[in-house]
T-cell receptor
């Protein structure tokens, strides 16, 4: 199974709402990622988890709160978002790069299209 | 922040023609990868080339890497309408798990 699933596919939320995005993979990957992608732009890395621990936070505002409850699941909790946070949120997974220079392909989910009103 | 620049930004060709996309990057890398994204969907990994490799093939895809010029190219031969998508290069630096994507090339293959 080489699939990464994301729910929901679409989400509309107000600026005072709290919502969560979910991501799941069953490939045994121990690295998981959140990316944000605005229209006609490349994906931008937000967070990286390695072995269920947060290893990279790309200075993301605290209104985005990631969580990795186990090796297969990754959540992104959203609170008090702004309209400019509307974007496609992509989850990905890969093997962990133990040695600098390892480099592994990342498997992406289909994304959650988020609209903040 | 974006590491790479890609050109052309958009490319429109006829089915059966070859498509070439270029990627330039700024800092030293360990690996360079190419991904495809169909409209509004997730990315699909196409090929990974390591910094000590110069050329790699996968089916109709050919990737070259020139680390002295900090550039890479993706060639798709005998293109098909189904190849219509955005194509991104992505580089990693010291930490292989952290990918930085180029701006992307939008490819349209007309049937």
């Amino acid at each position: 199974d080489t699939e990464v699933t994301q729910t929901p596919k679409h989400l509309v939320m107000g600026m005072t709402n709290k919502k969560s995005l979910k991501c799941e993979q069953h490939m045994g990957h121990r690295a998981m990622y959140w990316y944000k992608q605005k229209a006609k732009k490349p994906p931008e890395l937000m967070f990286v988890y390695s072995y269920e621990k947060l290893s990279i936070n790309e200075s993301v505002p605290s209104r985005f709160s990631p969580e990795c409850p186990n090796s297969s699941l990754l959540n992104l909790h959203l609170h008090a978002l702004q309209p400019e946070d509307s974007a496609l949120y992509l989850c990905a997974s890969s093997q962990v790069d133990f040695l600098a220079g390892g480099g592994y392909e990342q498997y992406f989910g289909p994304g959650t299209r988020l609209t903040v009103t | 922040s974006q590491q790479g620049e890609e050109d052309p930004q958009a490319l429109s060709i006829q089915e059966g023609e070859n498509a070439t996309m270029n990627c330039s990057y700024k800092t030293s890398i360990n690996n360079l990868q190419w991904y495809r994204q169909n409209s509004g969907r997730g990315l699909v990994h196409l090929i990974l080339i390591r910094s000590n490799e110069r050329e790699k093939h996968s089916g109709r895809l050919r990737v070259t890497l020139d680390t002295s010029k900090k550039s890479s190219s993706l060639l798709i031969t005998a293109s098909r309408a189904a190849d219509t998508a955005s194509y991104f290069c992505a580089t990693d630096g010291r930490y292989g798990n952290k990918l930085v994507f180029g701006a992307g090339t939008i490819l349209r293959v007309k049937s």
